[in-house]
């Protein structure tokens, strides 16, 4: 036993022993005959150029890297094309390139070439503006077969090896570019009876994939790995790629499988399929001008797509690329749009209209089966369509069912009841500033809505109405809104709202009718104020449900609004109407009251003037007409228009007027003191002076015998100038059931009074039985005439003392 292991292991040392003299005695050969191989190598590289020149700096064996079989290595490696010196691209370019020879073949003085290895250098196919290519130095086919006759070389090359090689593929006529930093790439090639099938393991990095540089690179500056098996049909000259894995940055894989044809046709396509791929990673994949739109677009689950490329080889210009996804119950965010709950199935496509190009003006994106909460109001819509990305339009059916609490979101309006319903079709832009005419057609139903509008402190119930837009405009018809003491009906109209109520609503003019069989204006106190700030809380902030919202309040503060206003009752503090009519025009600053008509007291007023809105003191202008109202009932209503001493309870008769009055009005609705200004011309019929206690006074002193408590008038005229609050009274003269009376001076509301008065002592029973007004005017001066200066006490009374304009500090003067 020992005896035959040892002659084994003497045979078999002797195999290895003659094997290494061989692979010795080749490498000696090799050395030896390094010049005669070289020029061998280079005739079998330029048997397959044509016009070029190859450069080939040195050439060393090497023996290890290919054992058993012997490897030549080539430094500094070139290939150039004739017209190199004109675009300086060369074909090849690599500082060594590994040769691996058949051992046999070598002994029988051939070149058999198994392997080629490249290393550290670039490969540059170049074509220019003209369609000539620096590839054209390679030999066709048919030349390289006629060349390769009665030759001693074998080049079924079945192994391809790259090396930190920058592999680039520059074609300026037809404006594509795909250029790529091969760190690893190992090839294999076996040939079959139609054609041949290769397998390639590789690592790279993609510097370019443009099939339109104008457009940008598809999977710019992205790591690809992949093992991937090509297989080629020599008679119908279309290589095959099946679908096969490819990852992508190490962290996603895609199925690709690619078809393209050499033949007449040059067509290509190209086949990827994701699934649970992330937006923004595949975002990052795509050309520039696709990725500037899906950017804005943040989807928080994965969803699945696919997506075919197809384009023709010679053709210059953008390929066709159609791409299908799905997703469900996603969240999506966009500028100023949040989508949640969201499912939907999509499409894009380059190819809208066929025959029309493949740039973002004929691209196409399609959402189908859309079932999403948009700022959490349920949406639903079975097609919408974004066309041309370029300026992009979109059309869509949108519906929608849901209770009015999904709208609070912000603080403007807080809802607690109430259903609304929606059925639109929009057609319009969807970007700032574009041109696109929007076009909405459809309803808003509101039915039985409770809520708060919170910039004005109100509080609505019971609220419905329809909101229907015809193309450009919306009409508000059947509206109906009550409150704790009022009740409204409504209709109305905005024009050109869908062009103007982004980008100019202070341009918009509301038309508004109102009537009410009662308005308490006690509860709208405040309007007459500054809006108050809407405060965010902080969920509501999450919701980010601002831009529709914010743009309707904006809206309402900032268009024009004309009303029109009927009312079977109104009600305002103390004031009461009835049959009142109005006009009124509101701006962002100012209330216009154009005219106001209304029955009140027993007669009848008309207003018109302008209330300017700058805070919590609001400038107004009033001009009014009076007509037969009792003077009692309209004190009490304008709470004894700030007077002290005279009240609606001193006060009886018919009174008629008309005055200019212009001061400033608080938010809560009460004058500012000492703020008014203006004129007022009155005449009082049947008019009374009903238990004044400064008049009383006076009768318990001098008019015992005289009722000082129950004075009648006759006709009284004059007309009075207000300033701040003094009423200047030019001299006027009252002839009254007890006495006469000349009155002339300044009416302080608050202080400052400064009032003479004149008093004929002469009792006018005595003159009633005259009817010559001229004789009865002469006799109402004859005896004793009390002059009397009515001023201040100081304590906000008024005192009475003898005194007159000629003696202001005498004691009385009589006639």
């Known amino acids: 036993m020992r005896k035959w292991l040892r002659i084994t292991i003497i045979v078999f040392s002797g195999l290895i022993g003659l094997l290494l003299l061989l692979w010795l005695g080749l490498a000696f050969y090799i050395h030896t005959h390094k010049a005669s191989i070289l020029k061998q190598i280079s005739d079998q590289l330029n048997d397959r150029l044509h016009g070029g020149e190859l450069s080939i700096g040195e050439l060393e064996p090497s023996l290890v890297q290919s054992f058993p079989d012997v490897s030549v290595s080539l430094k500094n490696v070139s290939v150039k094309d004739s017209l190199w010196k004109l675009h300086h691209h060369e074909l090849v370019k690599v500082s060594k390139l590994f040769v691996q020879v058949n051992t046999l073949a070598l002994l029988k003085k051939q070149l058999d070439i198994k392997q080629i290895s490249l290393q550290n250098g670039t490969i540059y196919l170049y074509t220019d503006t003209t369609g000539y290519t620096n590839a054209s130095v390679l030999k066709k086919k048919d030349e390289q077969v006629n060349s390769t006759k009665g030759s001693n070389t074998n080049t079924d090359i079945t192994r391809l090896n790259l090396e930190n090689v920058r592999f680039v593929m520059d074609n300026q006529l037809k404006g594509k570019s795909f250029d790529f930093d091969v760190s690893r790439l190992r090839g294999s090639l076996l040939t079959n009876d139609s054609g041949w099938t290769a397998k390639i393991d590789m690592n790279l990095k993609v510097n370019s994939f443009a099939f339109n540089t104008d457009r940008g690179s598809f999977l710019k500056d992205k790591d690809l790995s992949t093992d991937l098996e090509l297989h080629f049909n020599t008679k119908k000259r279309v290589l095959d790629i099946p679908q096969q894995i490819l990852r992508i940055d190490n962290k996603q894989d895609l199925s690709v499988g690619a078809n393209f044809s050499f033949a007449e046709d040059k067509a290509f396509t190209i086949h990827i399929i994701a699934q649970d791929a992330s937006l923004a990673h595949v975002s990052t994949m795509l050309t520039p001008n696709i990725r500037e739109k899906l950017d804005s677009i943040h989807m928080e689950k994965p969803l699945d797509a696919e997506c075919v490329i197809k384009g023709g080889l010679a053709d210059k210009g953008t390929p066709l690329l159609k791409v299908i996804w799905k997703t469900r119950n996603n969240n999506v965010t966009t500028k100023g749009l949040e989508l949640t709950e969201c499912s939907f199935g999509g499409s894009y496509s380059n190819d809208w209209i066929p025959g029309n190009g493949h740039g973002d003006d004929n691209s196409i994106i399609s959402l189908y ?19 041309n990305l370029q300026h992009p339009a979109l059309t869509g059916n949108f519906r929608a069912d849901f209770p009015l609490t999904d709208l609070n979101a912000d603080g403007v309006f807080n809802f607690t009841g109430g259903t609304a319903k929606a059925n639109l079709f929009y057609k319009g832009g969807i970007t700032a500033g574009d041109t696109i005419k929007p076009y909405l057609k459809g309803t808003v139903e509101v039915l039985h809505g409770v809520l708060a509008y919170t910039p004005r402190n109100l509080q609505f119930t019971d609220c419905n109405a329809k909101l229907d837009f015809t193309g450009q405009d919306l009409y508000l018809e059947n509206i109906s809104v009550q409150t704790a003491r009022s009740k409204l009906f409504m209709e109305g109209s905005v024009l050109n709202i869908t062009n103007l109520f982004f980008t100019a609503p202070e341009k918009l003019q509301l038309m508004w009718k109102v009537h009410s069989p009662i308005l308490d204006l006690n509860e709208f106190r405040s309007f007459l104020g500054q809006r108050g700030k809407v405060v965010q809380t902080k969920a509501a902030a999450q919701k980010k449900m601002t831009r529709i919202t914010s743009q309707l309040d904006l809206m309402l503060s ?49 207003l018109s003037g302008d209330i300017l809105q700058s805070g919590n003191n609001n400038r107004f202008r009033i001009n009014t007409g009076i007509n037969n109202v009792h003077v009692d009932q309209l004190f009490y209503a304008f709470n004894d228009f700030g007077m002290q001493t005279l009240t609606s309870k001193n006060l009886r008769g018919i009174l008629s007027a008309k005055a200019n009055i212009s001061g400033n009005i608080y938010d809560n609705g009460k004058v500012a003191p000492k703020s008014l200004y203006g004129t007022v011309g009155f005449e009082l019929k049947q008019g009374a002076l009903i238990h004044v206690s400064q008049l009383e006074d006076i009768g318990n002193i001098a008019f015992r015998k005289r009722d000082m408590g129950n004075i009648t008038f006759e006709n009284v005229r004059n007309n009075l100038t207000i300033q701040g609050d003094k009423v200047t009274v030019p001299p006027m003269q009252i002839n009254s059931s007890v006495l006469y009376m000349d009155v002339s001076g300044v009416y302080g509301m608050t202080s400052g009074t400064d009032l003479y008065i004149d008093v004929p002592l002469r009792n006018p029973k005595r003159d009633e039985d005259i009817d010559d007004k001229e004789m009865k005017k002469k006799r109402r001066t004859r005896g004793i005439v009390l002059h009397l200066h009515a001023t201040d006490d100081g304590n906000g009374k008024v005192k009475i003392k003898l005194g007159s304009k000629k003696k202001q500090e005498g004691q009385d003067v009589t006639n």
């Open 369 to 387: 089966d859309l079932d999403t909460r948009c700022f959490t109001i349920p949406v639903k819509a079975d097609t919408v369509h974004i066309s």
């Open 558 to 606: 900032t268009c024009n609004v004309n009303l029109n206003v009927s009312l079977d009752k109104l009600i305002y503090q103390r004031f009461m109407a009835q049959q009142v009519k109005a006009d009124l025009s509101l701006t962002q600053t100012s209330i216009r009251l154009n005219q106001i008509a209304l029955s009140h007291a027993g007669g009848s007023m008309q």
